[in-house]
């Protein structure tokens, strides 16, 4: 027993070295697999005040790029208006909708809610984003982020009452379903850390027609982005003769350098839509099981 | 000002310009990742003993993890070469000089050979073991080896010019007064 209270003694130091990384590397393996890490959320708090403090002076570098895009996004919005349109038919009236409450709201599927970036990087292989909106205000994980001209950012991993962080579409994690609007065809659209404007589309089978300039769009088929949202245009393609996939390169829609204002997107009916899903599987797991063999 | 209050404002100047400067930078390549935030570490005087050294290491690696949203991962480089950092010190220090005469490591003290040693060695080894656990999750052995060599010229290439613009004004200490 003594020798061993000497042992301790003797190699304090190179102990406490040895429990240190472990608690670091404890950390950082809990934190890949789950997003989730002691103290987070006081963490960003803190993290998430001192940012904001910052990002007021960094706006003002940003401001000429950022009223750009709103522009641009209230100029497509415009183009979209009713009475944009002629009516071939005379009996027909153009009218503006009058009725101020939304008698709809019981089927509203996707919910925008406006949100202030304070920090974000591109320069690492894993980029988050923080945002000036978190649980108090009513973000929850797994919401869609769009930029302020549409272009899909990333999806909400974590929150603290007044911050959430954000996973990128710049993360090696990162993995958003996507179709390509000429075809339809589905594939998924992942970052291979090497250019923050690029992004890869996987997934398309040689037989489709590619072009350059082609839409890349969110894919219908999830349930946390809203669909048809733009992420990119196909910068460049080529076939990857061992698969006999695409290897198609996406230049990014958002501007991941510069982003300021962004949208967080809630899908009001995930909880059903994942409840359905769960249902089904138990379902499919009977018929299996009561099926003769 | 006392040596605690001076390295507080230390810690906080190098995690700032790490965080707000340094990760900020628009991207010019990837294999160019700028680190300066460690010299913090490489600049702690020589008085604090192992264990307060290791301290700081974790704490000064876990701010910034906090920051960057990859917890443990500095921590872990950074408690790496807070360990380190005494034994390569004896390497180079001659071993006459118990009492040291300079306050903390600086090229002024040490002389810039040594110093650079040190310095090289201590970014080595921190860009090393962080590309080591990086590329533990993805990636590939020649992204890793690419990354630590570029990563810790840049370092240098930091370091040499944070020590050339602020020269830190040492009191050589006697045992006279």
């Known amino acids: 027993m003594r020798n061993i209270f000497a042992f301790i003694r003797r190699h304090f130091v190179f102990l406490a070295f040895v429990a240190l990384q472990f608690v670091a590397l404890w950390m950082l393996f809990s934190y890949n697999r789950y997003h989730n890490a002691a103290f987070l959320g006081v963490a960003t708090e803190v993290t998430?005040?001192?940012?904001?403090?910052?990002?007021?002076?960094?706006?003002y570098f940003h401001l000429l790029e950022e009223n750009r895009r709103v522009h641009r996004m209230n100029d497509s919005l415009l183009n979209l208006l009713r009475p944009n349109f002629n009516v071939p038919d005379t009996n027909a009236v153009v009218r503006t909708d009058s009725v101020q409450v939304d008698s709809l709201t019981r089927y509203r599927r996707w919910l925008y809610r406006d949100a202030k970036v304070v920090y974000h990087t591109v320069n690492a292989e894993n980029n988050y984003i923080q945002l000036n909106r978190g649980s108090a205000q009513g973000i929850q994980n797994d919401m869609a982020v769009i930029s302020s001209d549409g272009g899909v950012v990333g999806i909400v991993i974590n929150t603290s009452p007044n911050f959430s962080q954000v996973l990128s579409l710049l993360h090696t994690k990162s993995a958003v379903p996507a179709i390509l609007k000429k075809t339809g065809s589905a594939g998924t659209v992942r970052w291979d850390t090497k250019d923050p404007r690029f992004l890869n589309l996987e997934g398309i089978s040689k037989d489709v027609d590619v072009k350059r300039g082609d839409t890349v769009l969110t894919s219908p088929n999830?349930?946390?982005?809203?669909?048809n949202f733009l992420i990119g245009r196909v910068a460049a393609f080529a076939v990857d003769k061992a698969t006999g996939f695409y290897t198609i390169k996406v230049q990014t829609a958002a501007n991941f350098a510069n982003i300021q204002q962004v949208f967080v997107i809630e899908n009001l009916q995930r909880t059903e839509q994942l409840q359905l899903e769960q249902e089904?599987?138990?379902?499919?797991?009977q018929m299996n099981k009561n099926r003769p063999r | 000002m006392s040596d605690l209050v001076k390295n507080i404002f230390r810690l906080a100047l190098f995690i700032s310009v790490?965080?707000?400067?340094?990760?900020?930078?628009?991207?010019?390549?990837?294999?160019?990742?700028?680190?300066?935030?460690?010299?913090?570490?490489?600049?702690?005087p020589f008085s604090l003993n192992r264990l307060g050294l290791l301290l700081t290491g974790f704490a000064t690696g876990l701010v910034l993890d906090y920051f960057t949203m990859?917890?443990?991962?500095h921590t872990a480089a950074c408690v790496l070469i807070a360990y380190v950092r005494p034994f390569i010190?004896?390497?180079?220090?001659?071993?006459e000089a118990a009492e040291f005469t300079y306050h903390e490591p600086s090229p002024r003290g040490m002389g810039w050979g040594p110093y650079l040693v040190y310095a090289v060695i201590l970014t080595l080894l921190h860009h090393t073991y962080l590309r080591l656990l990086v590329w533990l999750q993805f990636g590939s052995f020649l992204d890793f080896l690419i990354k630590t060599a570029t990563s810790t010229a840049i370092s240098m290439l930091l370091i040499l010019t944070t020590e050339l613009l602020f020269p830190r004004r040492m009191k050589y200490r006697t045992n006279t007064a």
Request: net charge negative; glycine share 4%.
């Open chain 1, 280 to 285: 089904t599987e138990k379902q499919m797991d």
């Open chain 1, 48 to 59: 998430g005040s001192i940012n904001k403090q910052v990002d007021k002076v960094d706006d």
């Open chain 2, 18 to 44: 790490q965080v707000f400067v340094l990760n900020e930078i628009p991207h010019l390549h990837r294999y160019v990742v700028p680190y300066l935030y460690f010299l913090f570490l490489l600049w702690l």
């Open chain 1, 222 to 227: 999830t349930y946390n982005y809203p669909p």
């Open chain 2, 70 to 73: 990859s917890p443990g991962l």
């Open chain 2, 89 to 95: 010190i004896f390497l180079l220090i001659p071993k």
